[in-house]
């Protein structure tokens, strides 16, 4: 790549695969649990933190030598906030009904720990370019194990991607409904969406064994 | 040289190779293996692994049976309703044309359970190289007993196919899994299609495919597979005596309902020493007090006839024992070795909760009846617990006894 240095494209690429801040780090569970139930309000969602910690990343980059380390924490926290409150007035502006459907999660992206977790470990440490990138390649591997989660329960638990039927219609009975199919329920909850990160985890740790810790 | 000592030999040339495992697993299945116990002073019992589940699958077969005859009994009452004179000895019970209805619905059943179960038992041994664990032998024959007997066989394999990976492959495989592997497939079962697996058509078979016919518009009388607890849970009176519920002619999953062959099948373990005693009574126990306790509720007045909960209520308390999976969770589910409680004290508490839980979920949980898989599920989560504070107390019983014989 000739835009990033080498060390610049680690940053991006490390999190998306074998640091990856859910299933490496294991933060940010609650979200990936609560609004996985269909793809699309994965993908904003995915967007929504790409915007707050790309940005947020900066923000405390640069001011990272006059905070003092007392309250560092508060000024993280106004900084995130800021940031949420933006993402939220704007999905309520152009995307009312999606706003709905993530309801408090918008908002909760102020506690999603990969955010504190990234400025803590690295935005107090790195210039503003570096953690920029950071910001990037985390939220972007959070986003990747979202949607892939996304993915899997809104295709087996209402048969639909995005809101299209690909499997059919599953009241009038088309598609592979008319051969018996039926939706599983089940991914609609919040186990199933513990136990596909948990299947995630476990693909990745076996093809990769370096991964696993004792 | 016979069979016996050609497979013998063939398995001595394979040792390393991938298929070993799968290889040694049919081998044992078919001959007592010729390997002796390498290191360590040792005795060996001749309760292994195998007599063990071979003497689980005893009593599971006159059930089966039994569950046969009673799935097309259940539905000739459905379609022809109920004649008087048809008592547990009559011929109108014990005829071949209700057992070929059963088994042409159980047997696939069966197989699917089987095929699904053993091949992802032989997939995981052959990938980790060890040896083909017997433990799915019972569970496999567990699972088509306890679900509704119109159950699409592809969901039986899908859920299958999870209980197995999600519920015991994961922790290790036989011996290592938290949770009963049967009622984790029913489990899935129920939260990921529950249509198929509640509601007052799938008890009976053919009633829900008779529904989708009247819907289509063709001339016919609807069937009603509701079961007593279902009737109960909406207040309905119910047309079956005690003794029908107790010999089993009642509408349900598939082998639960004979309490009396339960029974029998719950001595039987008892005797030979592979279930717990104090499980069953303990549940039993517990069962009966919670029971005791709505009748106490109603007798005082605390609820009127108008609350939603007062038929499930008011029922006889040692009715609730020949109801519903309460009886067939307690004698084969309660009492796996693997999930309960190990400690004796703990299988007291682990069996009471479990009775007394079941019967509280059945009587509150207004879209499903029945409380004794999600009991049981719930008490082998807390069965580690429960073991641990009973050894905890028992070394601090000794600590003090030996500090005051040391003062």
Redesign the interface.
Known sequence: MGLLSKKDAKLITDPLADNNPITIQVLGICSALAITADLKASIVMSIAVLFVLGLGNVVISLMRNIIPSKIRIIVQLIVVATLVIIVDLVLKAFAYELSKTLSVFVGLIITNCIIMGRFEAFALANGPWKSFLDGIGNSLGYGVILIIVGFFRELLGSGTLLGIKVLGDSIEKTGVYAYGYENNGFMLLAPMALITLGIIIWVQRARNTSLIED | MGLKEKLHNIKGKGKDKKWLSAFSAFHTFVYTPNETTHSGSHIRGADDLKRLMTNVLIPLIPILIFAMFNVGFQQNIAINGYQEGMTFFSGEFWNFDNFLIGAIKLVPLLAVSYIVGLGIEVLFATINNHEVEEGYFVSGMLVPLIIPIDT?L??LA?AVAFGVV?GKE?FGGTGMNILNPALTIRA?LF??????MSGDKVWVTGAVERTKEITAGANLDAISGETILGSLAQGKEFAYSTWDMFFGFIPGSIGETSTFLILLGGLYLIFTKVGSWRIMLSAVIGALVMGLIFNGVVDAGLITESNKFYTLMNTVYWHHLLLGGLAFAIVFMATDPVTASQTNKGKWIYGFLIGFISIMIRVFNPAYPEGAMLAILLMNVFAPTIDHYIVRANVNKRQKRLKTKTL
């Open positions: 699409p592809w969901m899908v999600i994961v899935f939260f990921a299609y529950p249509t198929w």
